[in-house]
């Protein structure tokens, strides 16, 4: 329940400052224009709204929604999600958008997609500022890694160090190199000491997502980093903070992961356990409980076994690196996006909840800010695409009023953003359902 409120506190101050940013850039748009903004709302408030507040000499009235599916930023003389059909019946007035140049009605539609982009290269120049670039290379994950039973059956085998792709070498593990590898004809890993290629069939991507196996996690020594309690099986056995299990009962267990299914063999039964201490390898023998535990806390950061390395930047340095990332971070979504349209792509659709578990389960601001950075590259990209009721629908119908130089009738408009509505609200229901579905499929 902790990790579930942690994850959602998480989830919903990150939204609020995305949302905040995107329909602050109509809002400052619409102004520089001279455009009336009558609303500027955090989430939506039909019905009600938690707070409301309207300056004196403001035509602005500012809020709180009770309902946390975005906001809103209405603009006098525009179809939008309020829907407001009486405004639109009268004249135009000078300071409506409707009124307004094309170009100019451009820019205050675009002006939510620009705020978030710049947010998130502003956010990720911020952390290589504050915290650098700290990673794991892979050549230094000397155990290499264990690989999922999508990977093992084209030819991948636990220990597997990946060295390059036949277009590149592979430096970091994470979405990168997933996609590196799956995009792959052939995958160089470093095998017992011999170079060995692996063929990558052309449809790798979708068997990922068909088998929602993943792709790999790092293998690292099972390191007791401290003991639950001093009459613990493991403590009065003379384990101590610092000794690397090496096996159980004479069987090999040179990860951690080995460690545990030894472990689920040996529940309630006396064990000898090898370890290694400062160099010298001694063993210990005792009873586990009826669980399979010795009573022992284990090093589970691997950034902590392996040499990582640190990349730092000054205050100036920062904004070219982050923008770097800003921009590989979305032509990699963008890539991505080519899976949606495939069955398995869209099986593996999510909403709140999968949103959700991209943050920690433990409140760590480096992770939270660069899941709100990549967040906000997802928002602009999806806001910006072509769909009626989104910003990129609206662009559609000016960039057509701009090359043609015919405006769609107001009722068009309506319908467009009617339809887009209801696409719009087809795709949370299934992508929540999703969700739901894969909660009780646990």
């Not at 799956?182 to 068909?210: C, F, K, W």
Request: proline share 4%; hydrophobic share 45%; aromatic share 14%.
């Amino acid at each position: 329940m902790e990790t579930f409120l942690i994850r959602a506190l998480q989830l919903i101050a990150s939204l609020s400052i995305l949302v905040l940013v995107h329909e602050l850039g109509h809002f400052l748009f619409a102004r520089l224009f001279k455009v009336r903004v009558e609303k500027f709302y955090l989430f939506f408030d039909a019905w009600f709204a938690l707070f409301r507040f309207k300056p004196r000499n403001s035509e602005t009235e500012y809020g709180i929604g009770w309902l946390p599916l975005g906001g809103y930023c209405k603009i006098s003389g525009m179809i939008d999600e309020s829907m407001d059909k009486e405004q639109m019946a009268g004249p135009p007035q000078p300071y409506e958008f409707r009124s307004k140049p094309a170009g100019q009605r451009l820019l205050i539609m675009i002006g939510g997609v620009l705020f978030n982009f710049i947010l998130a290269l502003f956010i990720y120049s911020m952390i290589l500022f504050a915290w650098g670039d700290t990673y794991l290379p892979l050549k230094n994950m000397k155990m290499g890694m264990d690989y999922s039973e999508t990977f093992h059956r084209i030819g991948f085998q636990d220990g597997d160090i990946l060295l390059r792709t036949d277009q590149m070498e592979l430096e970091r593990f994470g979405a990168d190199a997933l996609r590196a590898v799956v995009n792959a004809g052939t995958v160089t890993v470093l095998r017992h000491g011999e170079e060995t290629p692996i063929a990558i069939p052309g449809d790798m991507m979708q068997r990922v997502m068909r088998d929602k196996s993943g792709f790999a996690s790092v293998r690292f020594p099972m390191i007791v980093s401290g003991l639950q309690n001093e009459n613990s099986p493991a403590a009065l056995a003379g384990i101590q903070p610092g000794d690397t299990i090496l096996s159980i009962d004479n069987q090999s267990t040179p990860t951690v992961y080995d460690v545990r299914a030894a472990l689920q063999q040996k529940k309630n039964r006396e064990i000898t356990v090898g370890f290694n201490r400062s160099g010298i390898e001694q063993s210990a023998t005792f009873r586990t409980d009826t669980a399979g535990n010795m009573g022992v806390f284990i090093l589970a950061d691997y950034n902590r076994i392996y040499p990582t390395v640190t990349q730092t930047y000054n205050f100036f340095a920062s904004f070219p690196a982050g923008l770097h990332l800003g921009v590989n971070t979305l032509k990699g979504y963008v890539g991505d996006m080519k899976y949606v349209f495939t069955k398995e792509g869209a099986s593996n659709l999510g909403g709140f909840g999968t949103i959700g578990r991209l943050f920690p389960a433990v409140w760590d601001w480096n992770s939270f800010w660069m899941t709100t950075a990549f967040l906000s590259i997802i928002l602009a990209f999806m806001n910006i695409l072509p769909i009626p009721a989104l910003d990129g629908g609206h662009v559609m119908f000016l960039l057509y009023e701009v090359i043609t130089r015919r405006k769609p009738s107001d009722k068009f408009l309506e319908y467009a953003q009617i339809t887009g509505m209801i696409l719009l609200f087809a795709l949370l229901i299934y992508a929540n359902g999703n969700d739901v579905l894969r909660f009780f499929s646990r």
